[in-house]
């Protein structure tokens, strides 16, 4: 019996239709992305570039299509907009900074 | 007298040719712990039957002093042989002559023995081991890619195509092996990739080392752009010549048949299984239990492990495995292992090879990742795969046929020739935990004790529907077979199906979802 134990606890599980199946992961399962539900309110680099100007200050309200910055990514001058009405809640980025994929650029709230 | 001199004038003029890059190139080519291409192919091909083409050729490059330098077979090698006595083309890149790029001429070789292959219907090797494009010549080394692809994508489904990557494969020249039907990879030795380590940390600022971003355990577990990994190139080789035997010479014939024989190893088939289902086991078990010899030649062993696809032979004869793995995320389809299999049952089907399923699978994977990856239209090539399929196609199922995977691994509604069950199989639309929580969703949510009605409600589902009998009735499968007659039943249905015969719509060709 304790012997089983001890086999039965090198196997992971997986869940298919309430069944629960012993079996093994595969490294690329293991990791796979994620999901996370999108914060509308983190406006993120789509790419990784160089912030060339920023047009916003904190506090600032703005309309839909407003421009917010200017991120340089695959040598085109990207001009990143204002989904919505709103205002800037933070700004975390500075004309010059490199910055990666999926980096929090600017923090905005709706009005 | 004067012709002796001849003689001896082409005996010199190819020994200097065979020099390849010179002693210096060979010399650093020997350090990478890489081959040279000459010794490639001599080590593929059987002793004695390689015959070169080509080796004069020289480039036509005239502008940035190219017009000056002399390049050795324009740095690449083509000709003609032999693996266990059946003929191929082959052509291997060398990277001691000017890196092994590709200009105009070097092209040209290679699609001259594309079209040869075609030609004679003779399956054509390619060796790959080189830096991309000749920079010096411009758009002629993109015209002679172009070439390659097309001739790859028109060969396809012909001949059979076999790409070893053995040095780096950059850039567009990555298309060709990825048009070809096997890749084989070496750890250490074959970098692959579209975009290399210094373009994306110079644009992107990702740091990544050639191996991390385009290794061969990279393509062989990641990407699924590797078919055979191994850990030296004699190993490769050895692979490379081992698939040979399964294959046919073209998609007009079938592979070479041998000698029948039994499997070896005599454990019963049944004593693999565990009884309960949601126990897992290693499928290749029972793939080996059943072929001849006991002999299962495993593709794509580290991509997808949770679908196993491969060869083995049964009375002699090239038989196509497709089966799930309930050892690696309990044998799901997903995303990866639908496209693996899809594209190994049209390999199969081109070539004319029997495919055998053997079914045992829970369902979907489910995930968020999965469904965003696109499920849906990978899922879809299996369906589509087994049912364009007109070679003989016989389906065992071993334990669970659930739902959208019943269908999907080559069920009777997809036209499958035979399917047999075992008594352990369960084809339902879902496990009975499953079901009994949606059939039975009031009563287990009104009674006083919920959790003992549950299993009551989920053994009673047991009982009524999880077994080959519901199926059986209706003639969804052939027959319910005991286990240890698995391999007789095979055997006797490839027999029957011999001289199968079908016939679809006319058409241009289908629109599979890829």
């Not at chain 1, 680099?45 to 421009?67: A, Q, R």
Request: proline share 5%.
């Amino acid at each position: 019996m304790a012997e089983k134990k001890v086999e039965e606890k090198q196997y992971d599980t997986i869940i298919v239709h309430s069944a629960v199946y012993k079996t093994e992961y595969t490294q690329k399962y293991i990791n796979r992305p994620v999901w996370e539900y999108p914060n509308e309110n983190h406006v993120f680099s789509f790419m990784p570039g160089s912030i060339i100007d920023v047009h916003v200050k904190p506090g600032e309200k703005l309309k839909e299509g407003d421009s917010l910055l200017i991120l340089e990514a695959m040598k085109m001058h990207n001009n990143v907009q204002m989904p919505f009405d709103g205002k800037i809640v933070k700004i975390h980025v500075k004309p010059g900074q490199k910055i990666p994929k999926k980096h929090l650029m600017i923090e905005i709230k709706r009005l | 007298m004067s012709l002796k001199r001849n003689i001896l004038d082409l005996r010199k003029r190819k020994s200097e040719v065979l020099k390849g890059g010179g002693e210096k190139a060979i010399e650093k080519q020997v350090a990478m712990g890489k081959l040279t291409a000459r010794e490639r192919i001599l080590y593929i091909l059987d002793e004695g039957s390689f015959h070169e083409y080509d080796l004069f050729v020289e480039h036509v490059a005239r502008d940035f002093d190219m017009e000056n330098k002399k390049l050795h077979g324009d740095g690449v090698i083509i000709g003609t042989g032999t693996i266990h006595g059946a003929p191929i083309c082959i052509f291997a890149q060398d990277f001691t002559v000017a890196g092994g790029s590709l200009g105009l001429m070097h092209a040209r070789k290679i699609t001259k023995i594309m079209d040869h292959s075609l030609k004679m219907r003779v399956p054509l090797i390619g060796i790959n081991d080189s830096g991309g494009a000749r920079i010096q010549e411009g758009v002629n080394s993109l015209a002679g890619y172009g070439e390659i692809f097309f001739r790859n994508t028109l060969a396809s489904g012909v001949i059979p195509q076999i790409s070893v990557i053995l040095g780096p494969c950059a850039g567009g020249a990555v298309y060709s092996p990825a048009l070809t039907d096997f890749v084989f990879v070496v750890n250490n030795i074959s970098k692959m990739f579209i975009t290399g380590p210094s373009v994306i940390k110079t644009v992107l600022g990702e740091e990544i080392s050639m191996e991390a971003l385009g290794g061969a355990k990279v393509h062989a577990e990641i990407t699924g752009n590797a078919h055979f990994y191994a850990e030296s190139e004699l190993e490769c080789f050895d692979q490379i010549k081992k698939l040979m035997e399964f294959l046919p010479w073209n998609n007009k014939q079938k592979a070479t048949r041998v000698e029948p024989a039994n499997p070896k190893r005599r454990k019963k088939v049944e004593n693999i299984v565990p009884s309960d289902p949601k126990m897992p086991y290693d499928i290749r078990d029972i793939i080996e239990a059943i072929t001849d010899k006991s002999e299962f030649f495993e593709i794509m062993e580290l991509f997808a492990p949770n679908i196993v696809i491969g060869f083995g032979r049964l009375n002699g004869e090239t038989v196509g495995f497709v089966a799930n793995q309930p050892k690696v995320l309990a044998g799901v389809l997903d995303c990866d292992s639908s496209d693996k299999a899809a594209r190994f049952i049209r390999y199969c089907n081109a070539f004319n090879i029997p495919i055998i399923t053997l079914e045992d699978l829970p369902g979907y994977l489910p995930g968020v990742d999965q469904e965003h990856a696109g499920v849906i239209r990978h899922g879809a090539k299996i369906l589509y795969a087994y049912s364009e399929a007109t070679v003989p196609r016989i389906t065992v199922i071993i334990r669970k046929a659930y739902g959208g995977g019943y269908i999907a691994m080559n069920s009777r509604h997809l036209r499958a020739d035979f399917v047999f069950a075992w008594p352990t199989a369960e084809i339902a639309v879902m496990g009975p935990e499953g079901a009994a929580n949606i059939v039975f969703r009031k009563e287990i949510a009104e009674a006083e004790d919920p959790d003992a009605m549950r299993q009551i409600k989920i053994d009673e589902y047991k009982e009524k529907f999880a077994n080959p009998y519901v199926a059986a009735g209706k003639g969804y499968i052939d027959e319910v077979i005991e286990p240890e007659d698995t391999r007789k039943m095979l055997l006797h249905a490839l027999q029957v199906s011999a001289n199968k015969s079908v016939m679809g719509p006319n058409k241009k060709h289908g629109i599979p979802p890829f």
